[in-house]
């Protein structure tokens, strides 16, 4: 398993600003991933962060939107730019152990965008 | 496209019931996972099923995986509240190159004391 740690744990920002959340594990990694959630409901994936190379996202996001950051193996950042009220979600990211597609994640960021 | 059904999406009870939560698609998963999810945390892994008819326990919980490796079922028994949460089911794909997790809709079990 994997310990995770997500900076902020909530925010309410308002509409136009961007926000970075930040992703910390507490060993290396290959595939960190970035997940969206609405309280009491299932995960989007967002995108699959691999280092040294860019994300890869997946239908309906896009790179200028949430422009993703992986400078090594324990570290990620998600940045959820020009942000509107409809941004406003739980964000989550995890890590897979290897090659089973079992994921461990991170507590989330609750974003309000006003 | 693949999809995971998952059944009933609320579910309220009370204290001492049995339920069932049901996972379903038309395609064939490698594996599949369930986990639960506790306000303002993430997902917790309980359990990966991957042989076709396989049953595991973990204490009050029984999860099997169908014989065909479409299907899943979450049984808990004598629920109490602190299995209060969202479940998430979701399937595991490792076909060749195309590795993909597909992840139910999960299901909002409220214990009742």
């Known amino acids: 398993s994997a310990v995770i740690s997500q900076k902020p744990s909530r925010d309410i920002c308002q509409r136009g600003t961007s926000l970075t959340i930040q992703c910390q594990v507490d060993?290396?990694?290959?595939?960190m991933f970035w997940y969206r959630q609405q309280p009491g409901q299932s995960l989007t994936l967002i995108a699959t962060?691999?280092?040294?190379?860019?994300?890869?996202?997946e239908s309906g996001f896009v790179i200028d939107k949430f422009p993703i950051s992986r400078p090594n193996l324990t570290f990620s950042t998600l940045t959820v730019s020009n942000m509107s009220p409809e941004d406003s979600s739980i964000y989550l990211c995890?890590?897979?152990?290897?090659?089973?597609?079992?994921?461990?994640f991170g507590p989330g960021t609750r974003l309000t965008v006003t | 496209t693949q999809l995971l059904e998952q059944s009933p999406q609320f579910l309220s009870i009370q204290e001492g019931e049995n339920l069932t939560v049901y996972c379903n698609s038309s395609s064939v998963f490698s594996s599949l996972q369930w986990y639960r999810q506790e306000p303002g945390e993430g997902p917790v892994l309980l359990v990966t099923?991957?042989?076709g008819g396989e049953v595991k326990k973990l204490k009050r919980l029984t999860f099997q995986f169908g014989d065909a490796r479409k299907d899943s079922s979450l049984h808990i028994t004598a629920a109490q509240p602190g299995d209060t949460g969202l479940y998430l089911c979701a399937g595991f794909s490792n076909a060749g190159n195309n590795r993909k997790l597909i992840w139910g809709l999960g299901t909002s079990l409220a214990v009742n004391p």
């Open positions: 962060a691999n280092q040294g190379s860019e994300a890869t996202y």
């Open positions: 060993s290396q990694v290959t595939m």
């Open positions: 995890s890590v897979e152990a290897q090659g089973t597609g079992e994921q461990y």
């Open positions: 099923v991957v042989t």
